[in-house]
């Protein structure tokens, strides 16, 4: 009975959110608590009696929430009474119009609000922090976004008349190459543009005909607040090729992206919708060509892998020379940018192990824990046991503030590489290059 007493613990709260007048988390509680008693309802309960008293309850909650939905949505001045199944009692407000009043405004302004702030949360407020700089090659799929969000905004005179931005881009390529890491950069750069990040969770409803409603408000916003950028993640979850076997409501969905996206009496002028998928292939070939760029981005070559080694480095010390880097970027072939990350975050571990491992350390020279302009020479660095001044300790015995773990060296790097191994096969990049061939270009 564990659902049943959830949905009494969600009511109990409701209930005293309520009492406190904050009426809209108790409306928001109250159709939470609705929902898992219809669940044990249907699943737990075992007798007539105990149905018929969830559906009780079940009637007496929702009453409630009725009435607190036309007061909070209807958005007027007077009190509610007191919660916990309490009446609204037909109070006149300012205006002289009943509480209970049943215009179809508000009847219709609680759903659109519901979807409006479902959306909203798809907008990114704060920024990634990622620029063009921090993404690796990609120069063509670089100059096309730049093309499609920066030079609009920036230089409107330039696309006036015939000349257009691109309304829809795709990027698609293997797993880990960078195409959501691209739209985090597309969302630092572009700063009056608004950037809507989402996936299919965003936009899938279980209730019938709010998938697609979705959609539209999804599309309305990104109108409302133009310029603005539709990020869809993983798009082929929501468009994938409309067969016989798919169900009605996914059908509709598509049916609707279509019509947003490029339909009679919808002016996208200002909206950029930009695609992901490592699987282009099922894209419904109408959503296909509404994606009026699409760029494949490939696996990194060689030089764009030494950059990527560079990166994920950062600052932490190594004395890994220019030339040892090129020769990482020439033995990673075949590794995705993700790959490279994993390879490095790897290789960072390792000094770490060093120290767990280590059954000798020595005294060496270097700069305080508690102040790095302090130079002290106490500090303990692990070491073999035929080195100078070695001698027999445990990392345990080691104090906190004492230990000075090895630098991230060439060798470090070559370990984690030979045991990190890339994760795209070459069957899926035969297919991807047979989509660009078809129907791409390369990034």
């Not at 984690?416 to 990034?443: C, H, I, M, W, Y």
């Amino acid at each position: 009975m564990a659902t049943l007493q959830k949905a009494i613990d969600i009511v109990t709260k409701a209930t005293e959110e309520d009492k406190n007048k904050n009426y809209e988390e108790a409306l928001k509680l109250y159709e939470h608590g609705v929902e898992y008693f219809l669940h044990a309802m249907k699943y737990e309960a075992q007798s007539d009696k105990a149905k018929e008293s969830i559906r009780a309850k079940c009637m007496q909650y929702l009453d409630r929430a009725e009435k607190l939905k036309k007061y909070v949505y209807g958005k007027k001045k007077n009190p509610v009474a007191d919660g916990g199944g309490g009446t609204l009692g037909g109070k006149n407000n300012k205006k002289g119009k009943s509480i209970d009043s049943d215009s179809d405004d508000e009847k219709a302004d609680p759903e659109n609000k519901k979807f409006n702030d479902q959306i909203s949360g798809a907008i990114v407020m704060e920024k990634p922090n990622v620029n063009w700089d921090d993404v690796a090659g990609l120069y063509q799929a670089k100059e096309s976004l730049k093309e499609a969000v920066i030079l609009p905004v920036k230089f409107p005179h330039l696309f006036t008349g015939k000349r257009k931005p691109w309304r829809g881009i795709l990027l698609f390529g293997p797993p880990g190459t960078g195409k959501s890491y691209l739209a985090k950069a597309v969302a630092t750069e572009a700063d009056n543009s608004t950037f809507f990040s989402v996936s299919s969770a965003d936009l899938v409803s279980k209730w019938l005909g709010e998938s697609e409603k979705l959609v539209k408000t999804l599309f309305q916003q990104a109108r409302e607040h133009k310029p603005s950028i539709i990020f869809i993640d993983e798009v082929d979850a929501l468009c994938s090729s409309r067969g016989e076997g798919e169900s009605e409501s996914s059908r509709r969905i598509k049916t609707e992206f279509l019509v947003q996206m490029q339909g009679v009496g919808n002016d996208n002028d200002g909206v950029l919708v930009l695609g992901a998928t490592n699987i282009p292939w099922v894209l419904d070939s109408a959503i296909r060509r509404r994606f009026e760029k699409r760029i494949y981005i490939p696996l990194p070559e060689a030089p764009a892998r030494m950059a990527m080694f560079k990166l994920h480095l950062g600052a932490t010390p190594h004395n890994i020379q220019e030339h040892e880097f090129k020769q990482l970027g020439e033995r990673s072939d075949g590794y995705s940018g993700a790959d490279i990350s994993i390879v490095v975050r790897d290789a960072l571990m390792q000094p770490v192990r060093k120290v767990q491992t280590a059954t000798h350390f020595r005294r060496v020279r270097g700069p305080s824990r508690s102040d790095p302009n302090v130079i002290v020479d106490d500090l303990l660095t692990p070491c073999s046991p035929g080195a100078p001044g070695a001698f027999e300790m445990s990392w345990m015995d080691v104090p906190g503030e004492k230990l000075l773990e090895p630098i991230v060296s060439l060798s470090d790097m070559l370990m984690s590489l030979a045991t990190s191994k890339p994760t795209v096969n070459e069957e899926d990049l035969k297919r991807l290059q047979t989509f660009t061939e078809d129907f791409g270009q390369e990034g």
